[in-house]
């Protein structure tokens, strides 16, 4: 290996048998396996419970499916390495173990990059494994000699090429580790093809994945403003999730009576029906809150940069290298469940907030009562609120819900109540459009029995929509709800308020994408009458096969936006 054992965070500690992780990961002596590097590597991931390889072929990565097959690793494959890693990332997001891709050499690795950049940004725990040319004839100009680790390293936890094929495993055991551990993000090696030759191997004594403890300076601090509070607040963010904290959420909200705003997966760790959770009445919190403590999400963009209004604001981190450098607030950074059941111990006195609670659930409920007309729309052309209003009517506390879009994904943002972890996958903070097949893909696999419903934009269907093809012939059933105003809309209407022309914007008006994915051997039709939208999704969950809704929406429909770019 060019590279050193992965750092790992100080203070860290091993969960306690107190703690109550969803998954605890099982502890495992040190083993050998024989065969060649790519067994140990297979290996490897199997011990954290990663028995699905998302993947496109390549012949430098075959050494990774031969040890797949004889280790009964399921491989999935797709029409592009995009939606290989996306999928290999939503696959993670759905298990809470490390997502596996296996990239072919050259290509496969650098059409792997947006994913794996999305994954750094999610600090969602993703192994990407490539293929690479010979290291014996490095430099002779083999098929894709290029040294993929300087493209990665700024995206990865650690970045490496495994030269010794002794010790592979332990490279994998490493990468997959690193990748788990608070901060999670992806990891990469890649193995040259001459490194795949017969070796035996060693993987480590795996003890679990730690935890850093908090300074109970830092949590005493915190949890002293919110006892301060009189009109308190948490945003709840995806590391909430990530760190299995959703139980301790709850508990500690009801007991010091704190409402929930939600970010990414932090959607769902208390369900949006909760008297504590709120969706719509942002606006109120940043009007009104006096303390507001953001909880496992950067203070980045989606959060004002940590304004809010006049609150006190404080940021509670998983790890130290996420404590926010643009703004100075106090921050407490460790395991998520270990700080939230503090909050709860370190409750002694404190205010009461059930005026803020109620003021708050009267303008939540106010702003429904609005919505609702939205949801119910009949217009002509058909508003996108309208399709989530019957969406809405449809889709089970256990549905998976997948965004890929602009303005019709935010759309999904404001109307999408959602019940349970783990059901949520926006895209997250890198924006990348392209993920909706690949997380689409994951999700059937992780979740064979629930809802999946993925709401692409029309413009974002361009990115993977050839994958349907892939979840066709993996038998991989998915509702896929196009919301067609024939635009990339999130940009062109900008474009008009501030240029007053645009240019770039336009897509074919109701393109046919249902057509595609009839083509390549799944269902679909188009819709556009309002009162046609629940029956055709309502065919859409019955067919078995991956199902295009293509409803036309009104180009004219312009998203509220507030927020902007930087
Ligand atoms: C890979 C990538 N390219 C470009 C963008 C910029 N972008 C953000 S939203 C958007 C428009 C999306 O259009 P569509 O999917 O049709 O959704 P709509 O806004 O029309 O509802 C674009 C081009 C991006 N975020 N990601
Ligand atoms: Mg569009």
Not at 497 to 502: F, Q, R, T
């Amino acid at each position: 290996m060019t590279a050193t054992t992965p750092e790992t965070a100080s203070g860290a500690t091993p969960h306690t048998a107190s703690d109550t992780s969803p998954d605890p990961t099982p502890q495992m002596e040190a083993t050998t396996v024989a065969g060649h590097a790519g067994e140990q590597a297979v290996a490897a991931m199997m011990r954290f419970g990663t028995d699905v390889m998302f993947s496109l072929n390549g012949g430098h990565i075959w050494p990774l499916y031969d040890a797949a097959r004889n280790q009964g690793m399921r491989v999935v494959d797709t029409r592009h390495e995009q939606t290989a890693t996306f999928a290999a990332e939503a696959w993670a997001k759905l298990t809470s173990k490390p997502g596996f891709a296996a990239l072919t050499a050259g290509p496969g690795i650098t059409n792997g990059v947006s994913a794996i950049t999305s994954a750094w940004f999610n600090g969602s725990p993703l192994v990407v494994m490539g293929g690479r040319a010979p290291e014996g004839r490095w430099g002779s100009g083999s098929l894709q000699e290029m040294d993929h680790v300087p493209v990665v390293s700024t995206i990865t936890k650690s970045a490496l090429t495994v030269k010794d094929s002794t010790r592979a495993g332990e490279a994998a055991h490493a990468a997959a580790l690193l990748s788990s551990t608070a901060h999670r993000g992806p990891t990469f090696l890649d193995f040259p093809l001459d490194v795949f030759g017969p070796a035996s191997g060693d993987l480590p004594a795996f003890d679990g994945i730690s935890g850093r403890d908090p300074d109970p300076d830092e949590v005493a601090r915190v949890a002293a403003m919110i006892a301060g509070a009189e009109r308190p607040a948490f945003i709840v963010g995806s590391d909430v999730y990530w760190d299995g904290a959703w139980e301790e959420l709850r508990a500690t909200v009801e007991q010091l009576r704190v409402p929930c705003f939600f970010n990414g997966l932090g959607r769902g760790t208390l369900p949006a029906s909760h008297e504590l959770s709120f969706l719509r009445t942002r606006g109120l919190l940043k009007k009104r809150a006096d303390v507001v403590v953001v909880l496992g999400t950067p203070l980045d963009f989606r959060l004002g940069f940590g304004r809010f209004g006049e609150a006190q604001v404080a940021h509670v981190v998983d790890s130290d290298g996420q404590r926010a450098g643009h703004v100075q607030v106090p921050t407490v950074a460790g395991d998520l469940r270990t700080i939230l059941r503090s909050f709860a111990d370190a409750s002694g006195e404190r205010r009461d907030h059930e005026d803020w609670i109620r003021e708050l659930r009267d303008a939540e409920n106010a702003a429904s009562a609005a919505d609702a007309q939205l949801l119910a729309a009949e217009a002509s052309p058909i508003k996108p609120s309208r399709i989530y209003g019957e969406l809405g009517k449809r889709l089970a506390d256990d549905a998976v819900v997948i965004c890929d879009g602009g303005d019709f994904a935010s759309y999904a943002g404001k109307f999408v109540e959602v019940e349970q972890p783990g059901c949520w996958l926006d895209t997250g903070p890198y924006g990348c459009l392209g993920n909706g097949m690949g997380y689409a893909m994951a999700a059937r696999v992780a979740r064979p029995s629930s809802q999946v419903v993925v709401l692409l934009g029309d413009g974002a269907a361009g990115f993977s929509l050839m994958d349907a093809d892939s979840l066709v012939r993996h038998g991989l059933p998915v509702v896929i709800v196009v919301g067609n105003n024939g635009m990339w809309g999130l940009e062109k209407h900008p474009m008009q308020a501030i240029y007053g022309w645009d240019v770039a914007c336009d897509l074919q008006p109701e393109c046919r994408y249902d057509d595609v994915v009839k083509a390549l051997g799944g269902g679909g039709e188009i819709v556009r009458d309002a009162t046609e939208i629940g029956a055709a999704l309502d065919r859409g969950f019955a067919s078995g096969v991956p199902y295009l809704v293509n409803v036309v929406t009104d180009p004219t429909d312009v998203y509220p936006r507030t927020s902007n770019l930087g």
